[in-house]
């Protein structure tokens, strides 16, 4: 990982994801309009629920209304520009789980 002109480069999908849940949330606090950072820390949150070893059944379901209300708030917030297939696979990630199991246990990091 390398920081070249204010970008980081170089990055593996598991720097991603610790970017995304960790250190997102702290280093846009000051930066973006408040809804904005409200919208980008459940994003966050949400990914950080889906990821969690342990996953309560009970609050699938609310986590599936969760991504449902943060792809709309994203809409609303993003121009249409920034929305490519990957935004919405969140709308499909709490599916994935009640059939698989776990992301964790679907993760490829070591594969790559």
């Known amino acids: 990982m390398q920081l070249k002109g204010l970008k980081l480069v170089g990055l593996k999908s598991h ?5 995304m849940q960790q250190l997102l949330v702290m280093a846009i606090r000051d930066i973006v309009p408040n809804k904005v ?10 990914f950080k629920a889906i990821c969690s070893k342990v996953i309560d059944p009970v609050k699938l379901d609310d986590l599936e209304n ?13 121009p249409p520009s920034f929305f490519d297939i990957m935004v ?23 594969v790559e």
């Open 66 to 78: 969760e991504a449902a209300i943060i792809s709309c708030q994203l809409e609303m917030y993003f």
């Open 88 to 110: 919405h696979l969140i709308a499909h990630m709490v599916k994935e789980i009640k059939l698989c199991g776990p992301v964790y246990l679907q993760w490829m990091y070591l």
């Open 37 to 46: 950072r409200h919208t980008i820390t459940r994003l966050c949150f949400f």
């Open 15 to 19: 720097d991603c994801h610790v970017l």
